[in-house]
């Protein structure tokens, strides 16, 4: 018989007297390593464990979902010795994902008893867990799909040059982005969350598999659900924030049967018709990741609401542009060791196959000088503090130097309270980019060692029931186990952040700026492009026959000259060709392409003698950026045809006229002298350059420093 603990706080308190284990006890910091020759395989290496007796190794098609239980792992695929600390897998194939499962069976050496609330029992075994997402020179994505920004509307106009980065800075990373505004809610309003989920529907409903990402930015109306309490204080209990009915577009959500009213915090309080939805579990999967990035009352910091959101979308700038360089290590700031449900399991199973374990330290400081990727904080809270950890007056004054985040205690989970510690670490100085309340449920983040967004990671634990297990263990009257799985599927689960960041976005790739087609005689095409940037290690080119696509690879492998012969062309063909750069990215989980987003040239129909150049569109370029006092302006004409350039606002209203006349086709260079009459005196900001031909209109952000 089984035994499932998925709400009690009470359980905690009677076992914590007996079991004190941190999460290292639950989990299995795993580490990959691959190889090719003699043949492929994967090897997962892990510490040995002196209280192991068994080892069982579990491997499934990432694809293959069961989020309810075990059944997607199907039967095992080694049985391991107690002394064994790795696996090595040789049926595997290059290019092809694999997920795996560790489950080290322990025992106490002592006696240790618990109480279930029917008397004494005494625990016969405990399980420790590790999972890596694994696989060898995985192809690059090479569409990221849709990401939604909704902003709120009072700080559009005051945040356009930062909001416009970011879509260009998303663009480069092969995600299609959209803007748009929604009204500024300060506080709980029915009618504005309405209309928030209106604009999220219509715009999914233009391509429902395509959105894949929501950003709120600013004071977006915040829905609230359920009658819950997952940090265990009866005060606490009813409707938390549930930034995820936006993402729900399937299930259904109601407001008729929840009377919860006892709550000391009135946004807490939850009654019938109130606007406040019953839900406190999420009866459909979730498929989009959502994420929020809010300021509103955090009046502990000196700077305003403004100004903090400028801060994130600066330091966001700064990671995907890779002037934030963060060391691949992690911190685990555990002040709950004490306790027996392990909340500290999640980073250790997860920072594993993302960093190595050999780079997690396990006695950090959450205020950690060095700049890391990665870092867990956990220990006795209140809304605005976590013991051990910090007050959000620390974050006020503090650098938090660690990029990805979690974070867990007492009442703070509740983040939309004032001056809440949580969305303070995110608006704190430094490098911190998202952060999440967990243990209650745990997160699963070994997916990023393949290349995937803390969204996805986001989506695992808003879905996860017990496909992936966290603190299981077996007692003399429950042998079949009790999972100790705290609010699974809550309504709670929410990322503050960014949805769409990677680990790697930091190691921005830049597209081949231009992209030239020639035939031959015998019907080949000869694709040439020039170089790209960012550190990588080759190039790829795609094919289709539509320029909506789908694009398939050509060349087997990268390349490294900037030529392509394609000589499967045939006479008559539809043909419209991409070339990406693309670099071999190496992590704790094995090894995966990522490319820039892609240059296109303009589809041809193949001919037969026809050496004619085409060339896919009118180019722009300007450096140096940012501008001071000179800018050289490149462009480049397919055709000849009558050019206007202008420097406009973001707004596109035009400052001064560059150059307005006809050219040849071929390169042009012109430079901008930014100290002459009308440019003198206009101030440090983001512009836009604005190239006009015949056929098309070109444009590029333009950054100028006074």
Known sequence: MQYLITHLFLILLVCSTVIAEDGRAYSIPLKVLTSITPQPSIKLVWTEDPTAKKYSVFRKDPSEINWFDQTAWGKEIAVLQQNANSYTDNEVEIGKEYEYQIIRTSEYANITTINLGNGNDTITQYLGLGYALAGIDIPAVQYRGKVLIIVDSTIADSLAVEIERLKQDLVKESWNVVITQAPRTPVFNSASIDIVKTIIKVEYEKNPDDLKSILLLGRIAVPYSGDLYPDGHPDHKGAWPADVFYADIDGTWTDDNVNSVTATRKENKNEPNDGKFDQSELMSDIRIALGRVDFYQMNAFPESEIQLLKRYLDKNHRFRSGQTKPKYAAIIDDNFQAYGEGFSGTPYRGFGPLCGPENINGSGDFFTTDTIMFAYGCGAGSYSSCSGIGATADFATKSVNSVFTMLFGSYFGDWDSENNVMRAS???????????????????????????????????????????????????????????????????????GDPTLR??????????????????????????????????????????????????????????????????????????????TVALRTTASGTYYESSSPVTAQPITVKVNDQAILVHAPQLKAMPQPAISFAQIHISLPTSSFVNLELCSMQGNSIITIQNGSFEAGEHGFVLNLQEAGLSNISSGMYMLRLKTHTSTVSMPFHIVR
């Open 426 to 496: 995110l608006a704190s100085k430094g490098s911190l980019l998202t952060t999440c309340w967990s243990a209650r449920p745990h997160w699963f983040f070994h997916p990023m060692g393949l290349g995937r967004t803390v969204g996805d990671i986001l989506i695992t634990a808003q879905n996860n029931d017990k496909q992936y297990q966290s603190t299981v263990f077996s007692t003399k009257k429950y042998k079949d186990g009790v999972w100790y799985i705290i609010q699974p599927r809550g309504t709670h689960i929410s990322l503050l």
């Open 503 to 580: 680990m790697t976005s930091n190691e921005p790739l830049l597209a081949p700026d231009i992209i030239q087609l020639s035939e031959s005689s015998d019907n080949a095409v000869t694709v040439q492009w020039s170089e790209g940037g960012g550190k990588f290690d080759g190039y790829c080119v795609y094919k289709s026959s539509s320029i909506d696509g789908p694009f398939n690879q050509i060349n087997s492998t990268p390349i490294k000259n900037l030529t392509y012969i394609d000589k499967s062309a045939k006479k008559g063909e539809k043909a419209v060709y991409q070339v990406r």
